[in-house]
């Protein structure tokens, strides 16, 4: 059985918006723009013209990056937006629903929950290391679990989902379900991705951003990686001319050789830190446990975590806890920051940590 069956019968049959033809060498009187920029004297770039219906430089730009055919890669308004577009195109409000692994991403559940799909959790445990367990998994799916997500590395736990287990996923869930790796922290983890292996499976999905390793959380940009068929829905969903013209130049500007190379010298910084942040953090007799982490952030249970938060607000240094997460009590996430801010927030332990 194929997707064909899975996807919501309004999306498998929807008559997309047909928009206005963008030749270049005519005179573009079919669209109600206006013909000059109001601003061109300031000598920014004018922005009269609506943008490319699709930025489709961008989108096989990243196709090299994720080394995929252009043919499986939709570019959206960050991740967040694939996640909403898959959860709008495979549940049926009221009767779906999609299949989470908690602690893990909470945008998961809040666009099933606009969409009126149901969440059924999966939990991860801190004694299990939060490993993902494959069988439970499975037996957690009801009949009408229409998509499993699995961040990896996930956010907050910082482990990885072995690539082995999500393609026993998607073999097991065929024609039932579509697994989707969300693997916004790939790079923090040697680049090791599943892009490559969506050709093989009409039910695996990949997400991927720039808003992490890149450096480009601001502009908004992300990927999902997939089937074609599977691609063509999103792409009918997503609204015309969705990628802003200054976003898709900056994006392709960071797209460059030089720029990322930059970008990966930043990711070996960055978990050269994360290295010294986990040795330092274990060191210290406030902390319970620091999990070890493939990402730009580590996860860690503290003695006293309010008493962590006070000395942190005190020095106004924010990381993020977990009031509403059982499983997480006391613990924070905190993100790897430059060697200044990690230093400020190992100072700030240290001294809050005494003074308690
Ligand atoms: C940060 C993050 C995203 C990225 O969201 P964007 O909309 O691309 O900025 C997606 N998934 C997870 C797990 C994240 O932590």
Request: hydrophobic content about 45%.
């Amino acid at each position: 059985m194929s997707i064909e069956t899975l996807v919501r019968p309004e999306i498998r049959n929807l008559n997309p918006y047909v928009t206005a033809r963008q030749e270049s060498a005519s005179v573009r009187l079919n669209a109600n723009e206006l013909p000059w920029s109001p601003r061109d004297a300031d000598g920014v770039a004018p922005l009269n013209r609506y943008p490319d219906i699709r930025p489709v430089t961008l989108q096989t730009a990243l196709a090299r990056l994720y080394g995929v055919a252009a043919t499986n890669v939709l570019v959206t308004r960050g991740s967040s937006e694939a996640i909403d577009l898959l959860i709008r195109a495979f549940c049926r409000a009221g009767r779906d629903s999609i299949v989470v692994t908690p602690p893990t991403f909470a945008m998961y559940r809040v666009y099933a929950d606009i969409q009126g799909a149901g969440t059924i959790a999966a939990p991860l445990s801190a004694e299990r290391d939060f490993r993902l367990d494959v069988a439970e998994t499975l037996e957690r799916c009801a009949p009408d679990t229409k998509l499993v997500f699995v961040c990896s590395p996930n956010n907050p736990t910082g482990n990885i989902v072995p690539q082995a287990d999500i393609i026993e996923l998607a073999r097991a869930r065929s024609g039932q379900s579509v697994i989707v790796v969300d693997e916004a922290y790939a790079e923090f983890n040697d680049e090791d991705s599943l892009a490559a292996s969506v050709a093989g499976f009409d039910n695996l999905v990949v997400l991927r951003t720039l808003s992490k390793a890149l450096g480009l959380a601001g502009a908004r940009c992300g990927a999902v990686i997939g089937a074609p068929p599977l691609i063509g829905w999103l792409n009918g969903m997503l609204a015309p001319y969705a990628l802003a013209t200054p976003v898709v130049d900056r994006v392709m500007e960071a797209m460059s050789a030089a720029n990322l190379n930059r970008a990966r010298r930043a990711v070996i910084e960055v978990v050269r830190e994360r290295q010294r942040m986990t040795a330092a953090l274990d060191a210290m007799p406030s902390v319970v446990r620091v999990w070890p982490s493939r990402t730009n952030f580590l996860l860690a249970r503290f003695h006293d975590l309010a008493a962590v938060l006070r000395a942190l607000h005190e020095r106004r240094i924010l990381v993020r806890d977990f009031p509403h997460e059982p499983g997480l009590a006391g613990c924070v996430r905190i993100t790897i920051g430059s060697r200044e801010e990690n230093d400020l927030l190992l100072a700030a332990l240290r001294s809050g940590m005494e003074d308690g």
